[in-house]
């Protein structure tokens, strides 16, 4: 089978075109050589000004992949048993998990399973509630290092985290995308309740915006502050963050084109918010699936009390509790 050789700033994309011409050699490996990357193919692409190499790349070995730790325990767990196993989640290269107490004599099964999917873990912690103000979650390391800190990777930013000191939602990625693709070059955003910065810093990263956010957890401050030096090169937009209490430093505060909350769970912050957005809102709120209508309709009757027209829509983000959601109110101020 030949090769092709390419600078390798292009690698990726070459590869992403022959994978879809079908003439990628997924079965061998590409090899660095150079300044240029030797990519496997099946045949000649053809493609003009691309060197093609009487070569045979190295075989992939074949191995067993474990795609999820369900596969990985299903040979040692019972069926009942695996019905308890709980989604965890990888921050960095920490890996957090819940263990529901029918699993309590597994958990070393679910430890073996978790590097078996995922070889890169330096630590495994069990996780319990989150609690305070900060909503900082309770951690024990069970395996590996000493520690809960560690740069997670995501949307194209890097993210410290310390889990014992901060709150931090990997799940939240896909929202953070979303909201990123929605804001506009030249916006000005506000962001209350900014934790270590991941909403700044994934809009920040792809658009030219200037985004001011608010933080009362000093850790979670200080390290939002390290990750806008961690991220520096990669931002297009401007984060100006400020330590403080959201109830007091708002009210001293311009309005914003935008206005994105991830409300504590428990606080109420919806007047405070709507009354610094110019016009939209993202309002995260946890809420019973019985009291969606009621919900939409506190937004409303505030947008209508301070004299504004209002389009609200609302979005479940995720499953929080049976019954519960935590949503995104999506709001449209006109006029
Ligand atoms: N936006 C971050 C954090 C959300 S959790 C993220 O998605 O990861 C809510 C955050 O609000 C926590 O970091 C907590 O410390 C902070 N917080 C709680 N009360 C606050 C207040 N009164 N003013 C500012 N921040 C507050």
Same mark, same amino acid.
């Given at each position: 089978?030949?090769?092709?050789?390419?600078?390798?700033?292009?690698? *990726?994309?070459?590869?992403?075109?022959?994978?879809?011409?079908?003439?990628?050699?997924?079965?061998?490996?590409?090899?660095?050589?150079?300044?240029?990357?030797?990519?496997?193919?099946?045949?000649?692409?053809?493609?003009?000004?691309?060197?093609?190499?009487?070569?045979?790349?190295?075989?992939?070995?074949?191995?067993?992949?474990?795609? /999820?730790?369900?596969?990985?325990?299903?040979?040692?767990?019972?069926? *009942?048993?695996?019905?308890?196993?709980? $989604?965890?989640?990888?921050?960095?290269?920490?890996?957090?998990?819940?263990?529901?107490?029918?699993?309590?004599?597994?958990?070393?099964?679910?430890?073996?399973?978790?590097?078996?999917?995922?070889?890169?873990?330096?630590?495994?912690?069990?996780?319990?509630?989150?609690?305070?103000?900060?909503?900082?979650?309770?951690?024990?390391?069970?395996?590996?290092?000493?520690?809960?800190?560690?740069?997670? $990777?995501?949307?194209?930013?890097?993210?410290?985290?310390?889990?014992?000191?901060?709150?931090?939602?990997?799940?939240?990625?896909? *929202?953070?995308?979303?909201?990123?693709?929605?804001?506009?070059?030249?916006?000005?955003?506000?962001?209350?309740?900014?934790?270590?910065?991941?909403?700044?810093?994934?809009?920040?990263?792809?658009?030219?915006?200037?985004?001011?956010?608010?933080?009362?957890?000093?850790?979670?401050?200080?390290?939002?502050? %390290?990750?806008?030096?961690?991220?520096?090169? $990669?931002?297009?937009?401007?984060?100006?963050?400020?330590?403080?209490?959201? +109830?007091?430093?708002?009210?001293?505060?311009? /309005?914003?084109?935008?206005?994105?909350?991830?409300?504590?769970?428990?606080?109420?912050?919806?007047?405070?918010?709507?009354?610094?957005?110019? $016009? +939209?809102?993202?309002?995260?709120?946890?809420?019973? %699936?019985?009291?969606?209508?009621? +919900?939409?309709?506190?937004?409303?009757?505030?947008?209508?009390?301070?004299?504004?027209?209002?389009?609200?829509?609302?979005?479940?983000?995720?499953?929080?509790?049976?019954?519960?959601?935590?949503?995104?109110?999506?709001?449209?101020?006109?006029?």
């Amino acid at each position: 089978m030949p090769a092709v050789r390419v600078p390798k700033e292009r690698a *990726e994309s070459l590869k992403e075109r022959l994978k879809k011409l079908g003439l990628y050699d997924g079965k061998r490996r590409p090899r660095r050589d150079g300044d240029s990357v030797l990519l496997p193919v099946i045949e000649d692409p053809g493609i003009e000004g691309l060197e093609v190499l009487p070569i045979d790349l190295p075989l992939r070995p074949e191995r067993q992949i474990y795609v /999820t730790l369900e596969d990985v325990l299903r040979e040692k767990l019972s069926e *009942e048993e695996l019905r308890h196993l709980m $989604r965890y989640d990888v921050i960095g290269d920490i890996a957090v998990v819940r263990i529901a107490p029918e699993l309590e004599h597994r958990v070393e099964d679910i430890i073996g399973g978790l590097r078996k999917v995922h070889p890169f873990l330096k630590v495994i912690a069990r996780k319990g509630f989150h609690s305070g103000p900060f909503r900082v979650g309770e951690y024990s390391v069970i395996w590996g290092e000493n520690r809960l800190e560690t740069v997670h $990777r995501e949307n194209g930013v890097e993210i410290k985290v310390d889990l014992g000191r901060v709150f931090f939602n990997p799940r939240m990625k896909g *929202e953070r995308y979303r909201l990123a693709r929605l804001v506009r070059d030249g916006e000005k955003i506000l962001i209350p309740f900014a934790g270590v910065l991941p909403y700044a810093l994934v809009i920040a990263r792809r658009k030219r915006v200037k985004i001011t956010a608010v933080e009362l957890n000093e850790e979670a401050y200080r390290l939002g502050l %390290e990750n806008l030096e961690l991220n520096r090169k $990669r931002l297009r937009g401007e984060v100006e963050f400020i330590h403080g209490d959201a +109830f007091r430093i708002l009210p001293e505060l311009p /309005t914003y084109d935008r206005v994105i909350s991830p409300t504590p769970r428990g606080v109420d912050a919806l007047s405070l918010t709507l009354s610094k957005a110019g $016009r +939209f809102l993202h309002y995260y709120d946890f809420v019973h %699936e019985a009291k969606m209508g009621e +919900f939409r309709g506190r937004i409303i009757e505030h947008c209508r009390k301070t004299g504004r027209d209002c389009d609200v829509r609302i979005k479940k983000v995720s499953d929080f509790k049976p019954h519960t959601f935590k949503v995104c109110a999506d709001v449209h101020i006109k006029g």
